[in-house]
Nanobody, 120 residues
Framework: QVQLVESGGDLVQPGGSLRLSCAAS????????MAWYRQAPGKMRELVAS???????NYADSVKGRFTVSRDNAKNTVSLQMSSLKPDDTAVYYC??????????????WGQGTQVTVSS
């Protein structure tokens, strides 16, 4: 079994910065893709940023230039550095990972989410 635990969500003022972290634990042989998604009230969950084990990353247009995704393959963690935050960034942020456990295929796991609120 694999668990993803996010942390770092908070209330922040517009223009501020915040760093989210996600740690994967359990029976892990390899993690391919790690990603951050978000879901605002009344909206569908959307991809924010993703990063492969080799470091190739991808961002939603709405966050390009403001957010930076990074990962530590040795620690099985992924982070999202968010700056110049806007009220539209308010959402629950979820971590997702494609994980291969010992002797098994890659499977998708989700964290429980962490709330980010951008408001004055």
């Amino acid at each position: 079994q694999v668990q993803l635990v996010e942390s770092g969500g908070d209330l922040v003022q517009p223009g501020g910065s915040l760093r989210l972290s996600c740690a994967a634990s359990g029976s892990i042989r390899s993690i391919a893709l790690m990603a951050w998604y978000r879901q605002a009230p009344g909206k569908m969950r959307e991809l924010v940023a993703s990063i492969f084990s080799g470091g190739i990353s991808n961002y939603a247009d709405s966050v390009k230039g403001r957010f930076t995704v990074s990962r530590d393959n040795a620690k099985n963690t992924v982070s999202l550095q968010m700056s110049s935050l806007k009220p539209d960034d308010t959402a629950v942020y979820y971590c997702k990972a494609n994980v291969a456990s010992d002797g098994g295929p890659y499977r998708i796991y989700w964290g429980q989410g962490t709330q980010v609120t951008v408001s004055s």
